[in-house]
Antibody, heavy 119, light 110 residues
Framework: QLQLQESGSGLVKPSQTLSLTCAVS??????????WSWIRQPPGKGLEWIGY???????YYNPSLRSRVSMSVDRSKNQFSLKLSSVTAADTAVYYC???????????WGPGTLVTVSS | QSVLTQPPSASATPGQRVTISCSGS????????VNWSQHLPGTAPRLLIY???QRPSGVPDRFSGSKSGTSASLAISGLQSEDEADYYC???????????FGGGTKLTVL
């Protein structure tokens, strides 16, 4: 069974860079059929797709966040990562990683990790 | 403001049937398939329905999905207390070239 687990800094100061990693187990991140997404949910609000990356490193980001987002993949560790720069309180959210596919959509998610932006 | 529109809440008693709607546009639901997921606090969201009306293995047949035009719906029959959760619809959006979501529906089992 595929499992995803987010990890990273839970508290980030304003203007700094948020960094998260998603470890994938029970399956390979090198699959050509899947994309690897980051999604976030601010407290009391809806879900927002941040972007996705493929195993070969190609990426696509939500235009609303594109100037501040960077994603990378580490096939040797079977994980992928998110960096969000110049954070503000508006970036406080539960951040999820998920696997996407044409057939199943966002079929597998991690449990999410809360990131709080505060001084 | 979510791109897809869901009712914020729904409720029913055990054993009843409840339906949750999801409304979108031609760039998302109108031209792509819809997924539904169940979200419980502290746990990984669970895929309930993919490709409008397909259930992954392990999902009870009490859960069913449908789509018509730019709208979709999730139906849960024989409601159980364990079904109390938040439910989200999602679809690929051709304008965004990414995923869009509903605002979520909080289901209460009375």
């Amino acid at each position: 069974q595929l499992q995803l687990q987010e990890s990273g800094s839970g508290l980030v100061k304003p203007s700094q860079t948020l960094s998260l990693t998603c470890a994938v187990s029970g399956g390979s991140i090198s699959s050509a059929y899947h994309s690897w997404s980051w999604i976030r949910q601010p407290p009391g609000k809806g879900l927002e797709w941040i972007g996705y990356i493929y195993h070969n490193g190609s990426t696509y980001y939500n235009p609303s966040l594109r100037s501040r987002v960077s994603m990378s993949v580490d096939r040797s560790k079977n994980q992928f990562s998110l960096k969000l720069s110049s954070v503000t309180a508006a970036d406080t959210a539960v951040y999820y990683c998920a696997r996407g596919s044409y057939a199943y959509g966002l079929g597998y998610w991690g449990p999410g990790t809360l990131v709080t932006v505060s001084s | 403001q979510s791109v897809l529109t869901q009712p914020p809440s729904a409720s029913a008693t055990p054993g009843q049937r409840v339906t949750i709607s999801c409304s979108g546009s031609s760039s998302n639901i109108g031209s792509n398939t819809v997924n539904w997921s169940q979200h419980l606090p502290g746990t990984a969201p669970r895929l309930l329905i993919y490709t409008n009306d397909q259930r992954p293995s392990g999902v009870p047949d009490r859960f069913s999905g449908s789509k018509s035009g730019t709208s979709a719906s999730l139906a849960i029959s024989g409601l159980q207390s364990e079904d109390e959760a938040d439910y989200y619809c999602a679809a690929w959006d051709d304008s965004l070239n990414g995923w869009v979501f509903g605002g979520g529906t909080k289901l209460t089992v009375l």
